[in-house]
């Protein structure tokens, strides 16, 4: 089992800046991609950023020029630097966590969600 323990939510106001981090835990996969998702009412949870292990990187289009996501593989942890954030950046993230190995369906696995709200 993988635990994710996410950290760095909070309320910041329009055209600000938040940094949530992600560390994870457990039965770790040398070959693994970390992310984070963002879910909001009424809504899909979709994917905003996530890293390969051998850093490639992928961004949703909305928060591709504003989001940097990070990984340090050493400690396992993932952080997710937003800037110029706006109201419809407010949301539920959580952190992702998932592998798999030959003949096996891929695992994930999801932190518990940390509120991200921007007020104007």
């Known amino acids: 089992q993988v635990q994710l323990v996410e950290s760095g939510g909070g309320t910041v106001r329009v055209g600000e800046s938040l940094t949530l981090n992600c560390a994870a835990h457990?039965?770790?996969?040398?070959?693994?991609?970390m992310g984070w998702y963002r879910q909001t009412p009424g809504s899909q949870r979709e994917m905003i950023a996530a890293?390969?292990?051998?850093?490639?990187?992928r961004y949703e289009e909305s928060v591709k020029s504003r989001f940097t996501i990070f990984r340090d593989r050493a400690r396992e942890t993932v952080t997710l630097r937003m800037d110029h954030l706006r109201l419809q950046d407010t949301g539920v993230y959580y952190c992702?966590?998932?592998?798999?190995?030959?003949?096996?369906?891929?695992?994930?696995?999801w932190g518990p969600g940390t509120h991200v709200i921007v007020s104007g």
């Open positions: 457990g039965e770790l996969s040398s070959s693994n991609t």
């Open positions: 890293e390969t292990v051998d850093g490639r990187v």
């Open positions: 992702w966590y998932t592998y798999s190995s030959d003949g096996e369906k891929a695992s994930e696995f």
